[in-house]
């Protein structure tokens, strides 16, 4: 039996440069069957070294490095005492890094086991540590004496955190970002300049070879595992969690359908035998309690597909109506805890975070963590950086690479560049926290794991979803959504003018003038629909009812593309077979494609005779494209299940390959139809109160594109612009009958003490009739003034005056004037605006336009072209509104780009999707790879183009496949 204990991981961040999988890999070839990983104050790494140890059958001792100064000990778990302690102990180190683990350990319950190479700290910890050992390892033996005069028994480690001599480099380099240093002028003493590499169990033998008992003592550890069996959550304070769950459940049912038949009492009793079955019902009432703290949420994911959900109001689908798949969620055989994701209004989150973590306790309420990695990018920045590059040169260095790959590069310094930053990539950087997630525990959450605290103040779990799942506890996601806050905003704004819809009664997704502005793809705001390649596709089916946006808003993932052309094909009436008999009643909704996570599993069921436990693991595998060794292993599962059932082998390799276009992001089927209630929410509104839910749109900034695509889009929906303006403005954006009235918050370099300035005195004191009155009343900021003129806000209070003038004069306002203006002002009725002479509004000079521009990022009211309007003048283009009757044509538009989509091929090569947009239309267009390396550079700037190309039809959609790109007027 071989026992390594103390190895690092790269979870001792910018230190390890082992991974997880990595390191276990070269434990299994070396035959080392016990392991204790101890990373450096933390035990970020143990879910996933729990994980792998289990899967190949080792094992694992919980361990950490606690560093004391320029010290160390090393700490074992022994029990469930001990667990909680090093979790106390860790916790405390994170929120306070002065603090001694020493003097802690000093008031030792002998519940872990210490040990340290250190003389000093053996002889400070004997009195008091019950098992304590000096440690001696590959690279150090100074315990040795002080441990044999203390009469302490050795224990040998293995300080090792590096696999070979090559990966001294990337320590090297992760040291340089730790300290904000380069390779020249990293110090010495703050990284291992030799040893630390594991060695085989020939070279492990050998070094030890003086010390037999310190190997045999590495035996007497225990593999204690302090994860638990069952669910970490705090019972719910009733008699009765069941019972108290089936009364909301009946009473909610009755809000929902009325009437309750037997078909929703039979699917309300199997889910609530299943809940309770497995304990789950204190879960659903907490969930319950929370989304009662918002009066607007959408709960999604693979919990909409429960009625005792609907029935909750924590999700707003009705399952029986939509078919929904129970068991996707919960099943008897699914050993997963249940996971909710509610959304917010983004603005509200973290209010709702504050009330829930005030209702159940600061000790018991914890946030989730990320563990964020390096991506590739990222680390040949980094690892630039640290060869002492500028960040221009390193800018154009990486330009260069992301053209024309890795082997365009034959400076020596670049090339160790990209063999670090390869290496660097996908290792643990830092630690974060989850945009949503969130757990509860019974006891203090620093019992059941440890904590840190994260930049926003919350406590925060070590752990991502995966390691606090396997810890026991239910996570809870309580996410921010732009698009509720929008739906929100414009009701609110509808309201105000007297408009009022009756949530309960309002039923978008039946109301056909919606469903038809979907069916051509008018979904700019659109949540989740407005997207390039969702109008694209909207486009190509002419589909717009509910049931088909469910299955658009699953089947647009990245690697589905093929599946799409064949989806719209069949949609159109292509003939076409079930893959398989057996998948008929399965996939006949989507045309015969697997198109939800759902018919993943469902087909592995179906075809393969897994259970839904192990189908529900295939869909993970796929979706966190795991690959190697797990997908490899439920592929073999998977094939041989079909040739079981005579699935024939050809059949069985285009399932499996469909069954891959799931990797990376996918949604369940009841995730699509929640979002497509919202969906269906944004288009009415969108539909039928344009100017007020384009107002929401900007005024919560969450949109696909810029503010000023949107300002372009509420022009051609035939929407009257006003504004910014001093007497009408509000900090946000709003809407009054048909007209959009910008906010005050569109203005850039407007303080945000500027803005309540200006909305407090207006109310306090009425509109503002002239520009001395304003200056008088206001008191603003020279630079505030600048910003509010160049935006064009003071324009209606002296439109025949130049703006440099209008600033003139505010500027040359003296305190003087502003005393003597105050007793006039406040006797003005707050509710009139003088009566003025009607004077010629002045025209606009290129430079004032330019301002504004600047000043807005749009024009208040023209389109940004206007700008190159002498450009304009002298090319022969067409317009974008009549791109379809140049069809198979070759033709010139001047394109100004609102947003791009970068991909690769299959082959690695760089390619753009990119739209555009003139005076009258977006039009979408796309760069294959030999052109886009050509224009890439022209497209990082927000410089109009002329754009020259062939004008393609894809099933019904258009698109422009670029010939030529050139700046207008070059």
């Given at each position: 039996?071989?026992?390594?204990?103390?190895?690092?991981?790269?979870?001792?961040?910018?230190?390890?440069?082992?991974?997880?999988?990595?390191?276990?890999?070269?434990?299994?070839?070396?035959?080392?069957?016990?392991?204790?990983?101890?990373?450096?104050?933390?035990?970020?790494?143990?879910?996933?070294?729990?994980?792998?140890?289990?899967?190949?059958?080792?094992?694992?001792?919980?361990?950490?490095?606690?560093?004391?100064?320029?010290?160390?000990?090393?700490?074992?778990?022994?029990?469930?005492?001990?667990?909680?302690?090093?979790?106390?102990?860790?916790?405390?180190?994170?929120?306070?890094?002065?603090?001694?683990?020493?003097?802690?350990?000093?008031?030792?319950?002998?519940?872990?086991?210490?040990?340290?190479?250190?003389?000093?700290?053996?002889?400070?910890?004997?009195?008091?540590?019950?098992?304590?050992?000096?440690?001696?390892?590959?690279?150090?033996?100074?315990?040795?004496?002080?441990?044999?005069?203390?009469?302490?028994?050795?224990?040998?480690?293995?300080?090792?955190?590096?696999?070979?001599?090559?990966?001294?480099?990337?320590?090297?380099?992760?040291?340089?970002?730790?300290?904000?240093?380069?390779?020249?002028?990293?110090?010495?003493?703050?990284?291992?300049?030799?040893?630390?590499?594991?060695?085989?169990?020939?070279?492990?033998?050998?070094?030890?070879?003086?010390?037999?008992?310190?190997?045999?003592?590495?035996?007497?550890?225990?593999?204690?595992?302090?994860?638990?069996?069952?669910?970490?959550?705090?019972?719910?304070?009733?008699?009765?969690?069941?019972?108290?769950?089936?009364?909301?459940?009946?009473?909610?049912?009755?809000?929902?359908?009325?009437?309750?038949?037997?078909?929703?009492?039979?699917?309300?009793?199997?889910?609530?035998?299943?809940?309770?079955?497995?304990?789950?019902?204190?879960?659903?009432?907490?969930?319950?309690?929370?989304?009662?703290?918002?009066?607007?949420?959408?709960?999604?994911?693979?919990?909409?597909?429960?009625?005792?959900?609907?029935?909750?109001?924590?999700?707003?689908?009705?399952?029986?109506?939509?078919?929904?798949?129970?068991?996707?969620?919960?099943?008897p055989s699914r050993r997963d805890p249940p996971d909710i994701d509610v959304d917010f209004a983004w603005d509200e989150r973290d209010g709702i975070f504050e009330r829930v973590i005030k209702t159940f306790g600061e000790d018991r309420c914890a946030r989730v963590a990320n563990h964020?990695?390096?991506?590739?990018?990222?680390?040949?920045?980094?690892?630039?950086?640290?060869?002492?590059?500028?960040?221009?040169?390193?800018?154009?260095?990486?330009?260069?690479?992301?053209?024309?790959?890795?082997?365009?590069?034959?400076?020596?310094?670049?090339?160790?560049?990209?063999?670090?930053?390869?290496?660097?990539?996908?290792?643990?950087?830092?630690?974060?926290?989850?945009?949503?997630?969130?757990?509860?525990?019974?006891?203090?959450?620093?019992?059941?794991?440890?904590?840190?605290?994260?930049?926003?103040?919350?406590?925060?779990?070590?752990?991502?979803?995966?390691?606090?799942?396997?810890?026991?506890?239910?996570?809870?996601?309580?996410?921010?959504?732009?698009?509720?806050?929008?739906?929100?905003?414009?009701?609110?704004?509808?309201?105000?003018?007297?408009?009022?819809?009756?949530?309960?009664?309002?039923?978008?997704?039946?109301?056909?003038?919606?469903?038809?502005?979907?069916?051509?793809?008018?979904?700019?705001?659109?949540?989740?629909?407005?997207?390039?390649?969702?109008?694209?596709?909207?486009?190509?089916?002419?589909?717009?009812?509910?049931?088909?946006?469910?299955?658009?808003?699953?089947?647009?993932?990245?690697?589905?593309?093929?599946?799409?052309?064949?989806?719209?094909?069949?949609?159109?009436?292509?003939?076409?077979?079930?893959?398989?008999?057996?998948?008929?009643?399965?996939?006949?909704?989507?045309?015969?494609?697997?198109?939800?996570?759902?018919?993943?599993?469902?087909?592995?069921?179906?075809?393969?005779?897994?259970?839904?436990?192990?189908?529900?693991?295939?869909?993970?595998?796929?979706?966190?494209?795991?690959?190697?060794?797990?997908?490899k292993a439920y592929q073999d599962t998977f094939f041989a299940g079909c040739a079981r059932n005579k699935v024939p082998t050809q059949t069985t390799e285009e399932i499996w390959a469909m069954m891959l276009s799931f990797d990376g992001y996918s949604f369940c089927k009841p995730h699509?139809?929640?979002?497509?209630?919202?969906?269906?929410?944004?288009?009415y509104l969108r539909v039928h109160y344009g100017p007020y839910f384009m107002a929401g749109v900007l005024s919560n900034q969450g949109g696909y594109y810029r503010s000023q695509a949107y300002i372009s889009e509420a022009r051609r929906m035939g929407i009257h612009i006003e504004g910014?303006?001093?007497?009408?403005?509000?900090?946000?954006?709003?809407?009054?009958?048909?007209?959009?009235?910008?906010?005050?918050?569109?203005?850039?370099?407007?303080?945000?003490?500027?803005?309540?300035?200006?909305?407090?005195?207006?109310?306090?004191?009425?509109?503002?009739?002239?520009?001395?009155?304003?200056?008088?009343?206001?008191?603003?900021?020279?630079?505030?003034?600048?910003?509010?003129?160049?935006?064009?806000?003071?324009?209606?209070?002296?439109?025949?005056?130049?703006?440099?003038?209008?600033?003139?004069?505010?500027?040359?306002?003296?305190?003087?004037?502003?005393?003597?203006?105050?007793?006039?002002?406040?006797?003005?009725?707050?509710?009139?605006?003088?009566?003025?002479?009607?004077?010629?509004?002045?025209?606009?000079?290129?430079?004032?336009?330019?301002?504004?521009?600047?000043?807005?990022?749009?024009?208040?009211?023209?389109?940004?072209?206007?700008?190159?309007?002498?450009?304009?003048?002298?090319?022969?283009?067409?317009?974008?509104?009549?791109?379809?009757?140049?069809?198979?044509?070759?033709?010139?538009?001047?394109?100004?780009?609102?947003?791009?989509?970068?991909?690769?091929?299959?082959?690695?090569?760089?390619?753009?999707?990119?739209?555009?947009?003139?005076?009258?239309?977006?039009?979408?267009?796309?760069?294959?790879?030999?052109?886009?390396?050509?224009?890439?550079?022209?497209?990082?700037?927000?410089?109009?183009?002329?754009?020259?190309?062939?004008?393609?039809?894809?099933?019904?959609?258009?698109?422009?496949?670029?010939?030529?790109?050139?700046?207008?007027?070059?």
């Open positions: 039996m071989s026992t390594r204990l103390a190895v690092q991981s790269a979870y001792s961040l910018l230190w390890g440069t082992c991974t997880i999988p990595t390191l276990f890999d070269r434990f299994q070839q070396l035959g080392v069957d016990r392991i204790a990983i101890a990373d450096r104050d933390n035990l970020y790494a143990y879910p996933e070294c729990r994980q792998e140890a289990k899967e190949r059958g080792i094992s694992l001792i919980c361990a950490a490095y606690l560093s004391e100064g320029p010290s160390s000990l090393f700490a074992f778990v022994q029990n469930r005492r001990g667990y909680e302690r090093l979790c106390a102990l860790l916790s405390k180190r994170a929120v306070d890094p002065s603090f001694s683990y020493v003097r802690a350990l000093a008031a030792d319950d002998g519940s872990l086991v210490i040990a340290t190479c250190d003389p000093s700290l053996l002889a400070e910890l004997a009195p008091s540590v019950g098992r304590l050992y000096g440690a001696i390892t590959p690279t150090c033996l100074k315990a040795v004496r002080t441990s044999r005069s203390l009469s302490l028994p050795l224990l040998a480690l293995d300080d090792a955190f590096l696999l070979s001599e090559e990966d001294r480099k990337v320590h090297t380099i992760l040291r340089c970002i730790a300290t904000g240093t380069t390779v020249g002028t990293l110090d010495e003493e703050e990284y291992v300049q030799t040893g630390g590499i594991l060695l085989d169990e020939r070279q492990w033998s050998e070094t030890f070879s003086s010390w037999p008992e310190a190997v045999g003592a590495t035996q007497d550890l225990i593999a204690y595992d302090p994860f638990p069996s069952s669910l970490v959550f705090p019972e719910y304070p009733v008699d009765s969690a069941p019972e108290e769950l089936r009364h909301r459940v009946l009473l909610g049912a009755e809000i929902r359908y009325g009437e309750l038949n037997d078909a929703i009492l039979e699917r309300i009793d199997y889910e609530l035998d299943i809940i309770n079955a497995k304990g789950f019902a204190p879960y659903f009432l907490v969930m319950h309690d929370i989304v009662q703290m918002s009066s607007r949420t959408c709960g999604r994911g693979s919990a909409a597909a429960s009625i005792v959900s609907y029935s909750l109001f924590i999700t707003n689908v009705d399952p029986i109506a939509h078919h929904l798949y129970f068991e996707r969620f919960l099943s964020n990695r390096f991506r590739l990018r990222s680390a040949i920045r980094e690892a630039g950086r640290c060869y002492g590059l500028t960040d221009s040169q390193i800018s154009a260095g990486e330009k260069e690479l992301f053209l024309r790959g890795r082997t365009s590069v034959d400076d020596p310094l670049w090339q160790t560049i990209c063999e670090v930053a390869t290496k660097l990539d996908g290792l643990p950087k830092e630690i974060s926290m989850h945009c949503g997630g969130l757990v509860i525990t019974p006891k203090a959450v620093a019992d059941y794991a440890p904590t840190l605290a994260s930049r926003e103040g919350y406590p925060l779990l070590a752990w991502e979803k995966e390691g606090t799942e396997q810890a026991g506890f239910v996570k809870i996601d309580l996410l921010g959504n732009r698009s509720l806050a929008v739906i929100r905003d414009t009701l609110a704004n509808l309201a105000e003018d007297g408009i009022h819809i009756d949530e309960r009664t309002w039923h978008p997704s039946e109301d056909e003038p919606t469903i038809a502005a979907l069916a051509r793809g008018d979904s700019m705001g659109v949540f989740y629909l407005e997207s390039p390649a969702m109008r694209q596709l909207q486009k190509k089916t002419g589909k717009g009812d509910f049931e088909h946006i469910v299955i658009h808003s699953s089947i647009i993932r990245p690697a589905a593309n093929k599946y799409i052309n064949e989806y719209v094909q069949r949609l159109k009436g292509k003939r076409w077979e079930p893959l398989h008999p057996r998948l008929a009643y399965i996939l006949d909704e989507t045309y015969g494609i697997l198109c939800y996570q759902e018919d993943v599993s469902k087909t592995a069921v179906a075809l393969a005779g897994f259970d839904e436990a192990e189908a529900d693991n295939l869909r993970k595998v796929i979706a966190k494209k795991a690959g190697g060794r797990k997908l699509s139809a929640s979002y497509a209630m919202v969906s269906f929410q944004s288009a910014p303006d001093l007497n009408r403005s509000r900090i946000t954006y709003h809407a009054h009958g048909d007209t959009l009235v910008i906010g005050l918050m569109a203005i850039a370099n407007l303080s945000n003490e500027g803005k309540q300035r200006i909305i407090e005195v207006r109310r306090k004191g009425g509109p503002f009739a002239s520009l001395k009155e304003a200056a008088s009343r206001l008191g603003l900021s020279r630079e505030d003034l600048v910003s509010l003129v160049g935006a064009g806000a003071f324009d209606s209070l002296e439109p025949q005056l130049r703006r440099s003038e209008q600033l003139r004069q505010l500027l040359t306002t003296t305190h003087a004037d502003r005393n003597q203006e105050q007793p006039e002002l406040f006797g003005v009725s707050n509710n009139l605006v003088p009566t003025r002479h009607v004077v010629q509004t002045a025209k606009r000079t290129e430079e004032e336009l330019h301002q504004e521009f600047s000043a807005l990022g749009f024009l208040r009211a023209h389109h940004p072209l206007l700008l190159w309007a002498p450009y304009l003048a002298r090319l022969k283009r067409i317009k974008a509104c009549d791109l379809g009757r140049y069809v198979g044509h070759s033709v010139t538009l001047a394109g100004y780009q609102i947003t791009q989509k970068q991909v690769r091929t299959k082959g690695g090569e760089s390619m753009s999707f990119v739209s555009f947009e003139d005076e009258t239309a977006l039009y979408e267009t796309v760069l294959f790879p030999q052109l886009f390396s050509r224009f890439y550079p022209l497209l990082s700037s927000l410089w109009p183009l002329e754009v020259f190309g062939m004008v393609q039809e894809d099933q019904g959609a258009l698109i422009l496949e670029v010939q030529q790109l050139k700046k207008l007027g070059a």
